[in-house]
């Protein structure tokens, strides 16, 4: 068990190690772009808009033609947001009551570039075939963020291949060792009553980003991960407690492949 001294820890007998259960495995060697935009406000009872679609088959296009661009590039997939969880009404009581400097998560595409290295990472943001994927996202976004990440620790790879659930939780913390620390203190929650299998959180190399950490995991479907965001009371009093006594706002959004 993590017992760092400026991590407070809470409910400790709700604890589960993944270190314990062997699922820690050390960080990939990967880089990646994650381009973040809000067009328009998730829903899981509407469709998309006519505008939206249409951007995200411009997106799709262009970032297939990104891939056959460059070896380096491993990835270029889209994930299109259709629910907020209840879980981010938590991180908003927390940014009021410190009244944090943070822009509430409610990105409902993100364009996640995987390249070979974040070396390569950091020389492909900068091409103008990312930059054109940049500009149109821009253009029809109310607000948007283009970082460069790497990957700090994991539980496993995320499958991108067939389609699935997908969680993207912005993490905004006073100090990053101990959001570090707290995640994987709070992870084997995860694997013990969401079955979680992989996770591969992102934690940003470049400036500008308002967020200290971006974990990234998938379910297979909605029924695997839902019933224990919403109905565990084990989720506030044990997750959600350990965030905000250590001051860190999460703010969870989930997806689907676009």
């Known amino acids: 068990m993590i017992a760092e001294p400026q991590m407070k820890i809470v409910n400790a007998h709700l604890a589960n190690s993944i270190t314990d259960q062997g699922m820690l495995k050390e960080p990939n060697a990967l880089g990646y772009i994650a381009i973040t935009a809000e067009v328009e406000l998730p829903s899981i009872w509407s469709s998309n808009s006519t505008k939206k679609q249409q951007l995200l088959a411009k997106l799709k296009s262009m970032c297939r033609e990104l891939r056959g661009s460059s070896e380096a590039i491993r990835r270029a997939d889209i994930f299109d947001a259709f629910i907020i969880p209840p879980g981010t009404a938590a991180g908003k009581r927390l940014i009021e009551e410190k009244s944090y400097s943070v822009h509430v998560a409610k990105f409902d595409i993100v364009i996640l570039i995987e390249c070979a290295s974040v070396e390569e990472a950091l020389v492909i943001r900068e091409t103008v075939a990312v930059e054109a994927i940049v500009s149109l996202t821009r253009l029809g976004s109310s607000y948007m963020d283009v970082i460069v990440y790497k990957n700090p620790k994991r539980i496993d790879e995320v499958s991108k291949d067939t389609k699935g ?83 860190i706002v999460a703010m969870p959004v989930l997806y689907r492949l676009a």
């Open 165 to 247: 659930v997908f969680l993207f939780n912005y993490f905004y913390a006073q100090d990053t060792q101990t959001l570090l620390d707290v995640w994987e203190y709070t992870a084997g929650w995860w694997t013990k009553n969401a079955k979680l299998t992989n996770s591969t959180p992102l934690q940003p190399v470049t400036a500008g980003s308002p967020y200290h950490l971006i974990n990234h995991c998938r379910w297979d479907r909605l029924i695997d991960v839902l019933p224990s965001l919403i109905f565990k009371p084990s989720m506030k009093r044990f997750v959600l407690k350990n965030f905000t006594e250590n001051n």
